[in-house]
């Protein structure tokens, strides 16, 4: 078996310690950190976000395959960085104003950078011109919003209206989740794209940051 293949198969399990090792093991026999985090790392987490999809695996061993990725990437983080690999999008991501929730949207997030993107966390209970002016701060594609409250999924209509006003409307993807949201809604408040969980969140992303 392959050390790549190994560490995939160490994160799905969410051995972090081993996947460490085998990150460090991968780097010392002259593999690039790019093809340890694509073939390894991201190949794991892609295959644990196609099982949580299908309801094969739940919550807990997501974020233990999470944290054992990101053992492996912490020592890959430099290594990119001086071959001038970047992330292949950036994403805002938060929970609306008035909303506390982060159990989602940290998913969410595991998921994306389990694609290779960059997210820019921005918490809860974020009002809308903090998603924008992050956006316009860093150059995001995407802002990604939740709500897990009927009371506060109004929020994202002013979040799309805040993007409008600040004349980004054109450069930015903006994508709703979250219990109460669904595809009628994200169409009437003039958002992008709803998804229904969190593997289709990240899927969905990774696909418009490559175009």
């Known amino acids: 078996m392959s050390?790549?293949?190994?560490?995939?198969?160490?994160?799905?399990?969410?051995?972090?310690k081993n996947v460490k090792e085998l990150v460090q093991q991968a780097i010392r026999e002259g593999i690039s950190a790019k093809v340890i985090l694509e073939e390894g790392l991201l190949a794991g987490m892609s295959i644990i976000g196609a099982k949580f999809k299908n309801n094969e695996v739940y919550v807990p061993d997501?974020?233990?395959?999470?944290?054992?990725?990101?053992?492996?990437?912490?020592?890959?983080?430099?290594?990119?960085?001086?071959?001038?690999v970047k992330a292949t999008g950036k994403v805002v991501l938060g929970t609306v104003k008035g909303d506390l929730h982060d159990i989602g949207k940290n998913l969410v997030r595991m998921m994306m950078e389990g694609k290779g993107l960059e997210?820019?966390?921005?918490?809860?209970?974020?009002?809308?011109?903090?998603?924008?002016?992050?956006?316009?701060?860093?150059?995001?594609q995407i802002i990604a919003c939740s709500a897990l409250l009927t009371t506060t999924m109004g929020e994202m209509k002013t979040i799309v209206e805040a993007v409008k006003e600040a004349g980004i409307r054109?450069?930015?993807?903006?994508?709703?989740?979250?219990?109460?949201?669904?595809?009628?809604?994200?169409?009437?408040?003039?958002?992008?794209?709803?998804?229904?969980?969190?593997?289709?969140?990240?899927?969905?992303?990774?696909?418009?940051?490559?175009?």
């Open 62 to 84: 997501v974020l233990i395959a999470a944290r054992a990725m990101n053992a492996g990437s912490e020592l890959l983080k430099s290594l990119l960085a001086s071959n001038g």
């Open 3 to 16: 050390i790549l293949n190994e560490i995939s198969q160490n994160l799905q399990q969410g051995k972090a």
């Open 170 to 211: 054109d450069k930015v993807t903006i994508m709703i989740g979250g219990a109460p949201v669904n595809e009628n809604f994200c169409k009437s408040i003039g958002a992008d794209i709803y998804t229904p969980d969190a593997a289709s969140a990240a899927e969905e992303a990774a696909r418009v940051c490559s175009k």
């Open 119 to 140: 997210v820019i966390d921005i918490g809860i209970d974020v009002p809308a011109d903090k998603f924008v002016h992050t956006a316009k701060e860093v150059g995001a």
